[in-house]
């Protein structure tokens, strides 16, 4: 559905603005992310290369200047374009939501001076971990070329286990079988597969804008 949009974008001053500030929020979600993740759970310390919180506020006002963009291009363009409007306002959202995760997985880093182990679950975060972040990536790549093939591909191929295994993180730590964490470490335990399960669901969000129409972002083609 996007791909056709996209085109119409592209001849448009304005949305191809808004367009372009899209895929440069995601780079920064993905240096965000991988930055984040590297420093929860292979660093004894928060210190990283780069400013999470200013880039985060940097995401937020492109978010802003997307959505005004649109608004303006809709007063002058007329109703013919509210579809992709919707579209590009919908998934400014899902891309400023990644950002406002990762940078919560950050905070967990701050709060949590000692790297994050899984204990006995640690299996089960390091795969929804790696399967988040593989999807994440190949989410922005096909969303930055509007690779149709490739994001019904993705959409075939999402992990629905992300989500059932971050429950089941959540759930065992939760009903108080396991006694190995210090409350500490199972709160952000808890937290961490949660903003993964998170951040995966608003991935497919973005990967299901390039095929299906407004109302059924989110879902199956």
Known sequence: MF????????????YEQALQECHEMLEIDRQMFNESINTLRNSDTADIPIDIYAMDRKINRFERDVRRKVMTHLAVGGKEDLGSGLILVSVVI???????????????AVQHPKKLSGGEYEKELSNIESSTKEFLNNAIDAFKTQDIDKARQLMLNYKTDIASVSTKIVDGIVSGKNQSFSSEEAGSLCLYARYLKRIAAHSRNL???????????????
Request: proline share 5%; no cysteine.
């Open 207 to 221: 990967v299901s804008s390039i095929v299906n129409p407004f109302e059924r972002i989110g879902y199956p083609e």
């Open 3 to 14: 791909k056709q949009i996209f085109e119409i974008f592209k001849s448009d001053s304005l």
């Open 94 to 108: 899902d891309i400023e939501r990644i950002g406002d995760y990762t940078k919560n997985i950050y905070d967990l």
